[in-house]
């Protein structure tokens, strides 16, 4: 099992890197999912949040949900084929927390240096935490 501690990360490539993972069989867990950070302006960002919330039918969809795990876990839906079998096993292996569960307290997680947002080159970033607050 590979836990990832979602602080501090960029969304979409800590997201890559847990789709990759659960399609090769490995159960995924992500951690501190409110914290994980989204690149760009953030005027831009709620925009383009907003945006998508507001498209389509509330009967029919697209539902964005405003809980940071599931939105963070949608991220990664996008990045499997979630419509095949493989796609589906994958993305029953990835889980999401809002903060630290009891039971992953003790355990070490995972480091992506490469997803880290100290790689961004400018500072415009957001959190996904900050993002789902504001729309």
């Known amino acids: ?37 989204i690149s760009g302006s953030k005027a831009r960002i709620l925009a383009d949040t907003q945006n998508a919330r507001n498209r389509g039918t509330p009967r ?7 809980m940071p795990d599931r939105y963070v876990r949608r991220v990664i839906r996008g990045m499997l084929p979630y419509k095949q079998a493989k796609g589906a096993e ?5 889980l999401c927390y809002t903060g630290v569960p009891e039971e992953f307290k003790d355990q070490t ?7 880290s947002f100290e790689k961004l080159p400018n500072l415009k970033y957001v959190t996904v935490g900050e993002v789902l607050k504001n729309i």
């Open 1 to 37: 099992m590979i836990i990832i501690n979602a602080e501090n990360l960029i969304l979409g490539r800590m997201a890559t890197f847990a789709a990759k993972q659960a399609l090769l069989g490995q159960e995924v867990r992500i951690i501190n999912a409110e914290k994980t950070i």
């Open 60 to 66: 029919k969809g697209p539902f964005i949900t405003k």
């Open 90 to 94: 994958a993305y029953k292996r990835i």
């Open 109 to 115: 997680t995972t480091p992506l240096e490469y997803a």
